[in-house]
Structures are given as structure tokens and as C-alpha cells.
């Protein structure tokens, strides 16, 4: 064989040789991400079921103490949370030694301090389970229950961004009153024989009472995040206007993501898969109202989308608000972790799984079933929009490799 030939063979050889290698690492590099999403996902179903317990036994520690300590940049707990019915035990029946009106917003909502100094939101009850919120995707009062499906559906996503949230009921004549600040106390009245309180807030009307039944009243409480780390606030880049006629730029702008993905801080780091991720969450759970969101101040755009106030979700089963996805059909991109849990997901898993985890929660039932069945039907959504995005541009455009450290120090 001539030189010439032999040096072309050689070529031809090393291309075939390099490309295999290449091939072969990242198949290998794939497939193990994908391992290990599914031995996440088998973890997260083995734990799903809460059991709200009172001890700590392995530790001295006071439940608050672990929460705090569970703080990370990228999650709000870790996958492995033994110590997790204790703290949820804790949340629903430690003694509330104050209360007082909730922090601004535009819903009623109290802040209570518990024994041992921890501070929570309460969000009273105000529909009953099957009562359907008509109107615009974003109309009525907070939904308590929503606050407690929201933190399990975070849960069971892998995502770990959402406070934890438990159900509680309290006696508001003597629990509640006996430690009630004055500006709390005089937004208290009586209606019928339900004690009731308005509180203070940007829609909160004396007319519009939260009342309890009788004196006992149901509701949500969320954990205070640890004061070290302080929130910073963000408008959401997919909110909307909420003024009637006046639609924002991405309602209106098919490319209005490529001018998203210029903008600080979505121009790098994870924030704009946050942003994806949170669509999703909020798609299932019917949340159109996020026109803010909070990360933790001077990150830079690395720590995460913290999901906070999802109360207004679970309103209507019947109502599927496409335009939350909006984040995800216009930028046509997902992570590819978020992506397998999705489909581990689907064919009813995702409605059992919520289900189950909810089981234990003091106001179990938590949805009512046309609720689960919706977020079943959403899911199935996403899948389909997700794959357009695939036949579109192909899956390796479609789907992000981002698996940030999560460490705990």
C-alpha cells in the first residue's frame, strides 16, 4: 500500500476512533444522568408519605434549628428529610405565642410566632373543597389547601424551592386573641356565632371577613425562611399586565424569549431554567398569578426561584390557563432532570403520588378529586408541548443538561 493511502486510511481511523469515543462518553454520561434521575425518583416515592411525628430522636436539636440549617442556595430542603414530620408536627401544634397581621400583600393572611421563636404565615380558610373559583385565571382569595398541595407537588419534582407548608387548625378565641397585637385585634368581629377577622391588607375589607366555624378555624401554615438569608424580589418576565385591554409584550411577541435570554439574569446561569421549571409547577397547579417571584438577595442570578405564595392555585379543575406555559413554549427548552421526572410522572403516578403525600396533613383531605384528576390532565399538556419543541428543533436543542451541586455546609 502506498504511503499516500496508508496516511488516509490512518485519518479516516483516527476520525472514526475519536467520534466513537465521543459518542460512546456521552451516551455514557447521559445514561448515567439518567440512573441517577430515576434512582431520585424512586428515593422521592419511597419517602412520599409523611407522618406527622412529635420526637427528634437522634438529635437535640429543635426543629427550627433543622430547617434553618437545611437552607441552601439551590434548595429550600434536602432530597433526605428524616427529620421532616417532626418539623411538619411542630408547624401544626407548637403554642402560638403572638400573633399579628400578616406581612404587605394583597391577601389576608396573619403572622404568627410559635414556641421556640419560629415564625410562620397563616393563611385562613376561606372555600370549601369543591367550590369552584370562576372568572379570570388569577380571581378569588387565597386558597389555603393550595399552599399545602403546592409544597408536596414541589416535593414530588424534585425541585425543593418551596417552603415547607402544613395544614393547622386554631381556636382564634384562645389561641389566637390572648396574643394578638392591638392592630391585629381590632380587625376581629363576630358573625353569626363564627368568630371572623379581616386583618390587614391591600384587599382586606371588613365586609370580607375570614370566619372560623365557631371559634375553630382552618388554614395553612408556611415556615418562615431563616432571616440570614434575606429575599430578593424580581418581576416575573411572563407576568401579566392585569389591566383589562393592555396585554404585556410576550402575550403579543413570538420572539420575545430571544430578548428574555439578553436580559440580566437570564443571559446566563439557571435562572431562565427556573423560570421553566416554575411554569410547570404553576401549569399544574393553575397558578396564573405569579407576577413576581423571589430569589435570595446578591446571588448574581445563581440560587434558585424560591416558590413562594402558590394560594392562588387550584381554583378551577376545569380550567387549563395554557398561557402559564408560556415561559416553556416560547423558549422551547427544559431541563433534562426535570424533563425524566415529568414522564416518570405520567399514566396517574402524579395524581397517586400527590395524594399519597397528602394523606397525613391535619386537613387531609387536602383537593378534592376533580383537582387531581386536572393536574393529571396538565401534565399530559406539558409532555405535548415539550415534544413540539422536540420535533421542532430536536431534542439536543430542547433539552438542557444543567445539574447544579447542591451542597450542604
Known sequence: MKLKQRVVLLAILLVIFIFTK????????TSAANREDQRAFHRMMAGLRVELVP???HTLQSPWEIAAQWVVPREVYPEETPELGAIMHAMATKKIIKADVGYKGTQLKALLILEGGQKVVFKPKRYNRDYVVEGEPYAGYDRHNAEVAAFHLDRILGFRRAPLVVGRFVNLRTEIKPVATEQLLSTF????NNTCFYGKCYYCRETEPACADGDTMEGSVTLWLPDVWPLQKHRHPWGRTYREGKLARWEY????CDAVKKTSPYDSGPRLLDIIDTAVFDYLIGNADRHHYE?????????????LDNAKSFGNPSLDERSILAPLYQCCIIRVSTWNRLNYLKNGVLKSALKSAMAHDPISPVLSEPHLDAVDQRLLSILATVKQCTDQFGADAVLVEDRMPLSHL
Open 22 to 29: 465521543v459518542f460512546l462518553i456521552d451516551n455514557l454520561d
Open 55 to 57: 420526637k427528634l430522636d
Open 189 to 192: 368581629l363576630t358573625v353569626g
Open 253 to 256: 411577541d413570538e420572539s420575545y
Open 295 to 307: 430569589s435570595f438577595q446578591d446571588d448574581e442570578g445563581a440560587s434558585m426561584l424560591i416558590l
